[in-house]
């Protein structure tokens, strides 16, 4: 991994390059909702959302066409693997009992369950992952990296094959195709990110209606990279949905050490003695609880429950102390082991809600409370009042004509 967080594939201006890919992708996901929808009708915004990412993380990771996007009926084989292993009613549940059986370490003997599926899904990815570097690698033979070679596979060949780098820091082609499935899975999780903004735009029509006029005061239907970071109020709200519908609600690390963690603030234990360190031993699990950290009103203030875009102008200082990468928020964690797509992922939601936003008016299609998430660590929306409709965002989308 040392190569990949060395790469210049995730920085500024590779994601500059990649934003043509953003927006041809935003506007094709346009058109097939326009033809489903016609005057208006319930969709399910996240599974389209689903299969944009993955065209996007395919066409700009690795310069793979999956062709998700394609009207039903005319799927491709790793997207229906997808789909069996992370979003079906039955993956749900093989995902609450996976993740037992990752906190209770006694239910680790139990065998693991939906294995077929999962081994299905990897085995596909894996053979595509080899095609993709043998591709990859033979393009750069013939004439290097190209105007239209700016995927992140072929920056990484690239720069894992220059005289630049030392020997003992070049990936095996063994160590590159593992990596490959990563991100797969990890590079379209902007479809959770960008399904509940609009969730959250759905049921605050008068952010909605503001974040319109924002995005309609630029006169082109495809912005550069710059153009969509310099529009504050698309900003602001995509910290908000960050904040409190982060994707990847906890995350776990194990302790390498014994160690001792200062608090901010004591603790007291039921005798009344007071504690300003936790000593954690070597091999501890430790949970780390996003979500939680997000919604703390000690930190955001009473009304941290709200969607409130309006509170990015002004943050209270003590968000200044959460360990981040991005807008003071865990959404992308911190460390050496953050989210490499961050810049990545942000410049393909804004485009994403740039070309939808102002093409369509979104409104509820369930009550508020029935909209739920995954348990898992990526909180994947659902209908709780469907519990055999999988994962699913239904919103009602009707044109937006302008008056
Ligand atoms: C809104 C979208 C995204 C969110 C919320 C997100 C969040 C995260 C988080 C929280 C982690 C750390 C997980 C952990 O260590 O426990 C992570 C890791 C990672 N993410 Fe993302 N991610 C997003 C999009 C992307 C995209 C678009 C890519 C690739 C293009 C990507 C690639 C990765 C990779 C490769 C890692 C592993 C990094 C490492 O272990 O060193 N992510 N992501």
Redo the contacts with the bound molecule.
Sequence with gaps: ?VI??QNPAFGVPQIRALTEIFNRKSAQLRDIMSREIGEGSRIDVFGWLRKMTLDV?GEA?FNYKFNALQPEGQTNDLEDAFTRLMHSPQSQRHNVTRLLQAEIPILAFLPAPGRKVVEEAREKMVNIAKKLLADSQADIKTGGVSGTQRD?LSLLVQSNTSNNIQEHQRLSDAEVIAQIP??FV?????D??TAVALHALSIHPSVQSKLRDELSSLATDEPTMDELNSLPYLEKVIRET?RLY???GF??REAMENDVLPLSKPYFDRYGKTYDSITIRKGTAIRIP?SAVHRDKTIWGADAADFRPERWDNIPEAASVIPSVWANLM???AG???????R??LV??KSILFTLVRAFEFEPAVPEDAIGFSPTPVRRPKVTTEPNGGNQLPLIVRPFLKT
């Design positions: 991994m990949l967080l993380i990771g992140l990563t991100f990890a590079g379209h999780e902007s959770t990110a960050m982060p994707p990847v995350s776990m996003i959404t992308f964690l050496p082991h953050n989210c490499i797509g961050f990545f992922s393909e939601i």
